[in-house]
């Protein structure tokens, strides 16, 4: 009873943060900042976490006080989203600052799409080139996903997990701790460092547990050193889970849900407790409710079991005096459909796949509050060079734009729309291009039968995106189309002639 008092008084303590607060003031970098030391980096992102499972957002039935402090502390972007929301192609815009079409990555990497291309490719400036080469010590801890393992023909078992060569595969990581994409949570392994493909290192022990502590050590830098002292560090943490298989979660994080099921856990009112065949016929998204749709309880013991390690890290990061000056990120690839619309998992527009959790903090330099940005994945590379003052350094190539400037009291052209993307580079039968405003979510979506569909919700009127309005209002219709047509001009996609 005093945990559920205490997380209701800072629910309505912070409430602020996503409902009543206006945008963050202009000016919040402070001018010292600019000139003094080169600020840390720590850019943690969960695989999988929905943005509907941080308490403060009380919505999802979870407790993660150490999230809802870093956004109590941070600014959180409230419009923040997966433009492919997927593991593979969200890392590809993450580090390339390009979107799926231009650097290659277009869904998931594993040994069938390999001879497709379909991998993060090593002549790629990345974000993590761009810092390596400004001094920084580049780390990369979790699950990487970009690299392409050995080719396997159509009918052969698919190898998702890859070895990264060291060198220009890892882009400016020095401190390697790291696998390809595996989801064996409680026996997780890693290659190290220079580690040759034959001497992963296995470990009994729940990921994020473990990676934490590798973190931990990385912080404190004692006895055998695992980065330079003298320079600034940028430390990506990919953890995995809460990414299913859900039920790979030690039982003391279940334990507040004893006696509990799905129904008493799964409170948006868009939740089906069955299959949605009319659209798993279609190929939209991955249908697996009435396999999957009990271990909603793991999911969120995940969600709390993260937050817990998350707060280990950020205590450590105080504990050693590098706080003040780090750059903290929390973010996710994407999230979690749990049921909402008959569906599991990702891949789909609907916002508990698409829009994603993001808080930054910056203590002493960015003053706290929320900011309604349609920020997209393409955006955050060149916005975080830009205010770790880096912005001359950013490639010329990049797509995203640099939204520094909300943080530095100049003016900022905000988009109207961010892009909803969705491509196999093994079948050009299945694609979607859609866009998101502050108001509606807008779809064209060519089937597995190639056949042409169109979504269109009100997220102000329908937040649960219930009810598909296509055909009622054809202005808007062709305002979103044109929003849309926009942006395929601007990334030179052929989808285009498909409008």
Avoid at 196 to 202: H, I, L, S, V
Avoid at 242 to 270: A, I, M, W
Avoid at 343 to 361: G, L, Q, T
Avoid at 438 to 462: P, Q, R
Wanted: glycine share 8%.
């Amino acid at each position: 009873m005093a945990k559920d008092i205490s997380r209701r008084n800072f629910i309505r303590n912070t409430a602020a943060i996503t409902a009543g607060m206006t945008l963050i003031p202009q000016g919040l970098l402070s001018s010292c900042t600019r000139k003094g030391k080169k600020p840390n980096l720590l850019f943690i992102f969960p695989d999988q976490y929905r943005k509907q499972a941080m308490g403060f957002m009380n919505q999802d039935p979870v407790i993660t006080p150490n999230i809802d402090k870093l956004a109590q502390e941070g600014v959180v972007f409230s419009h923040a989203v997966s433009n492919h929301p997927l593991c593979s192609p969200y890392r590809g815009m993450l580090l390339t600052g390009k979107y799926p079409l231009s650097n290659g990555v277009l869904s998931n990497c594993n040994s069938a799409r390999t001879a497709f291309g379909n991998f993060l490719k090593p002549d790629d400036v990345c974000f993590s080139d761009v810092l390596s080469n400004n001094g920084y010590d580049a780390a990369y801890v979790g699950k990487w996903h970009l690299d392409g393992p050995t080719p396997t023909q159509k009918g052969e078992p698919k190898i998702w997990d890859s070895y990264c060569k060291p060198g220009k595969h890892r882009h400016g990581f020095n401190f390697w701790y790291s696998y390809g994409a595996d989801d064996n949570h409680l026996t997780p392994h890693y290659w190290i460092n220079d580690a040759g493909e034959d001497q992963a290192k296995y470990f009994k022990q729940w990921s994020p547990e473990h990676e934490a502590e590798v973190v931990e050590k990385y912080l404190e830098n004692v006895g055998d050193k695992f980065r330079n002292d003298d320079k600034p560090f940028a430390m990506f943490w990919a953890i995995n889970p809460p990414h299913h298989p859900f039920n790979l979660v030690p039982e003391k994080y279940k334990e507040r849900f004893e006696g509990k099921t799905e129904k008493d856990v799964l409170n948006r009112p868009n939740v089906q407790f069955t299959d949605n065949r009319e659209m798993g016929d279609k190929g939209f998204g991955d249908m697996f409710v009435e396999k999957r749709i009990d271990q909603s309880i793991d999911y969120f013991s995940m969600c709390e079991g993260v937050d817990l390690q998350i707060g280990k890290v950020l205590e450590t990061l105080k504990e050693q005096g590098l706080d003040e000056n780090t750059i903290v990120i929390f973010t996710s690839d994407h999230g979690e459909m749990l049921g909402s619309h008959g569906m599991m998992h990702k891949n789909v527009w609907y916002s508990e796949a698409y829009d994603i959790p993001f808080i930054i903090r910056w203590p002493e330099k960015i003053k706290a509050g929320t900011d309604d940005l349609l920020l997209s994945v393409p955006d955050v590379m060149p916005t975080l060079l830009s205010l770790m003052g880096m912005k001359e350094d950013i490639p010329t190539e990049v797509e995203g734009k640099d939204y520094s400037g909300i943080f530095k009291n100049e003016e900022v052209d905000r988009p109207e729309a961010a892009l909803y993307f969705f491509a196999k580079p093994e079948d050009e039968t299945e694609k979607r291009r859609g866009v998101k405003t502050h108001n509606h979510t807008y779809v064209i979506a060519y089937d597995n039968k190639g056949e042409k569909n169109h979504f269109l919700y009100d997220d102000v009127k329908d937040p649960y995106q219930m009810n598909n309005i296509y055909g009622e209002n054809t202005e808007l219709e062709q305002d979103l189309t044109e929003k849309l047509r926009e942006i395929l001009i601007r990334t030179n996609d052929p989808f285009i002639s498909l409008l």
